[in-house]
């Protein structure tokens, strides 16, 4: 299970946008709420995409 | 912060989504150093709170708790469903990683860290020493 994709969904609806490759695998975002924060590509781990949801000022939704 | 500036951000937020806002409870952290307060959305009807998030209100100036001897911890879990270690807990703002091999999240965290704290414009040393916990959850037969 890849949760990229619905968790970038969640982010772009938010506001939220792509401004970086910290390194192969891991993009750096900036939120308008809370700043920068860090998503990984993929995203295997549901409490990690709750994580970066949190990070990005979100309310965690994957249970 | 004042619970009435707490709630007009909470309005704001939960106006995006489809939740109403109906009753607001708002206490510190219990956990100081994160410096961020935690809040309870109640549905209409609903007794529980329906959300319960910590949410930092409040921007940590870094470079200040750094001076201050604040160290950075990042604690590392494991999701065994998922076949991952991921970041659990840390109080480096942002930081959400994950990878299949421990070693390689290792290899990829000081450089994470970096680039989250140059962005955050709060960090001028070059160097920022942070600690690296490890929880896993295992568990022992013991043969009666």
């Known amino acids: ?63 | 912060m004042k619970p009435r500036a707490v709630r007009a951000i909470l309005h704001s937020r939960i106006l995006r989504s489809n939740l109403s806002l109906i009753h607001v409870k708002i206490r510190r952290s219990p956990r100081p150093k994160f410096l961020t307060y935690r809040f309870a959305v109640c549905e209409s009807g609903r007794s529980g709170p329906y959300l319960e998030a910590f949410i930092p209100l409040k921007r940590v100036n870094l470079a200040t708790h750094e001076r201050n001897g604040m160290e950075y911890q990042v604690v590392i879990g494991r999701d065994r469903k998922a076949g991952v270690w991921f970041v659990s807990t840390t109080n480096v703002p942002g930081l959400a990683l994950e990878d299949p091999s421990l070693d390689n999240l290792l290899e990829k965290l000081p450089e994470a860290i970096a680039w989250l704290l140059r962005k955050q414009k709060t960090q001028d040393q070059h160097e920022v020493p942070f600690d690296v916990l490890l929880l896993e959850h295992e568990r022992a037969r013991i043969a009666g």
Do not use: H
């Not at chain 1, 619905?6 to 792509?18: F, H, I, P, Q, S």
């Not at chain 1, 750096?28 to 990984?40: A, H, I, K, N, Q």
């Open chain 1, 1 to 63: 299970m890849d949760y990229y994709a619905d968790v970038t969904k969640l982010l772009t609806d938010a506001g939220c946008y792509r401004v970086a490759i910290v390194r192969p695998g891991v993009e750096g975002w900036e939120s308008p709420r809370t700043g920068p924060f860090l998503v990984d590509n993929p995203i295997r781990s549901q409490a990690n995409a709750n994580n970066i949801l949190r990070n990005a000022g979100l309310a965690p939704v994957f249970q």
